[in-house]
Structure formats: C-alpha cells, structure tokens
C-alpha cells in the first residue's frame, strides 16, 4: 500500500512528536503492508512556516537515513497537507508543497467556516495555476456531512478525494463513516490514506480493521485506491474517476 496522507516527520507538526515515534510509525507502516509514504504535514502558512520546505525536505532525509539504520523498509516522499487560505494563494512557496513535485495538491479545509461560495473559488485558484486538488478527508467536514450536494458539486469539478481508512472503519464518527461510506460505494473515493498523527487513535496499523471494507468496496476498488492511484500521484500522472453523484436515500 502507499499511504499519501500521514503526519510522520519528528516534532514538525501535530503528527510524530519525535523520531522515536517517527520510527515506531514507520515499523507499524512495514508490518502492515505499506511500502511508501508521503510526508504531509500541516502547512497553515503563518509567519512560523517561512522555512516550511527547507525544514520539511530536511527531515524527510532524517527520516529516510533512519529508516536505512533500523532496516525499516518504507519509502519517504515529500508533501504536505495545505490548510486553504487567501494567503496560501501569495505564497511563493505554494507550487513546492505538491506531492513529490507533480502536479498534485493535498489541501484541507477550515472545519468551522466554509462556504461552498469560498470553497469553490480555492478549487478554482488552484485548478487555474494547473494544479490538482485532492481534497483530504471530505468525510470528516460537518458542512459536508449536512449537505452532500456540495460534495457532488466539487466531484463534478475535477476534485479527487482522499478518505481516511479509520473514517470508513467506523473508528472517528457514525457522520463521516455515512459519508466516507457513500463516497467509496459511488466511486468517489480516489484514494484511501491513514492520515495517520502518531501511536493513537490514527495509526498505521490498519490490517486490524480494513477486512471490513469488503462491506463497501470490492479488491478491485480497495487496490486502486491504496496503491494504483496513489503511485500515478507519485508518477504524476492523470489519475481517473468514475463516479455517481450520492444522495442521502438509496445506494
Ligand atoms: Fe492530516
């Protein structure tokens, strides 16, 4: 598997607090079944993440030097989780926060306040620099869970999603398990991801819970969205959906 959304650097942002558990992670990530892994940690664009890039590519090769000493056989590739802002649209540093230098984007949204009116024109921004947004975790926003138009609304604008496996597991809300849920069964799920922050709750030991996906997806669906897709991001090559607009009655 490749996971494309995990918080794994020591002590960058809320993920790995230190390389202790960076490695512990990493270990986690080997024994079940995941062979890459982007780094994404949380960029806000604030003045602290002046040196966002420098520090994130330093540790990345930290990390891979670490990993080579414990024989801990993952790879590391550089992301990073864009919280979307108007700032992040000034910011020189913007195009060096896709996933391994492509054209991929992997952007986050405020939970709080969000309007379709807003969220539609930072999809714009980004599609109009040719850039492509994956937007993580779409199951986890409540304006999203409230209102599944608006999630119909960004797929018909070329969004790819990224799910987090524990919301399809059930382990973070009935609400975003409903959706997460919908969005796989509709094919609306490009990728799976852990977005995993440590040794909690989010984790990288997903072969404990992921047998229940065969409920909403087939072999087929599960190992596009865990190793196909992701390595086309990592190619930087198209990645392509079929998909059914959802609705809360019915399929
Ligand atoms: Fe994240």
Do not use: W
């Not at 230190?18 to 992670?25: A, G, P």
């Not at 991929?104 to 709080?112: K, V």
């Amino acid at each position: 598997m490749i996971d494309i959304h995990c918080h794994i650097l020591p002590g960058f942002d809320d993920g790995a607090r230190d390389m202790l558990t960076t490695l512990k992670m990493g270990k986690d990530a080997q024994e079940n079944n995941v062979t890459k892994i982007v780094a994404t940690p949380h960029y806000l664009c604030t003045p602290s993440d002046t040196n966002f890039v420098k520090e994130r590519d330093r540790l990345i090769n930290e990390v891979r030097k670490n990993f080579d000493e414990y024989s801990i056989n993952v790879e590391v590739f550089p992301g990073a989780e864009v919280h979307l802002n108007e700032d992040v649209f000034f910011d020189n540093q913007l195009e060096q926060l896709t996933i391994n230098s492509t054209r991929y984007l992997l952007c986050e949204l405020d939970f709080f306040s969000m309007s379709i009116k807003r969220i539609t024109r930072y999809f714009d921004e980004i599609v109009s620099r040719k850039l492509v947004p994956i937007l993580a975790h779409p199951e986890r926003y409540e304006f999203f869970q409230q209102d599944y138009s608006l999630v119909n609304y960004l797929a018909d604008m070329g969004t790819l999603f990224q799910i987090n496996m524990t919301s399809l597991a059930g382990i973070d809300s009935d609400e975003s398990k409903a959706l997460a849920t919908k969005m796989v069964r509709n094919g609306m799920a490009a990728f799976l991801a852990t977005d995993a922050h440590g040794l909690g709750a989010r984790n990288m030991r997903m072969l404990s819970y992921i047998q229940s996906f065969s409920n909403v997806m087939n072999d087929e669906m599960f190992y596009k969205a865990v190793e196909i897709n992701p390595q086309k991001v990592l190619n930087g090559e198209a990645v392509r959906t079929k998909f059914n607009h959802i609705s809360r009655h019915g399929f």
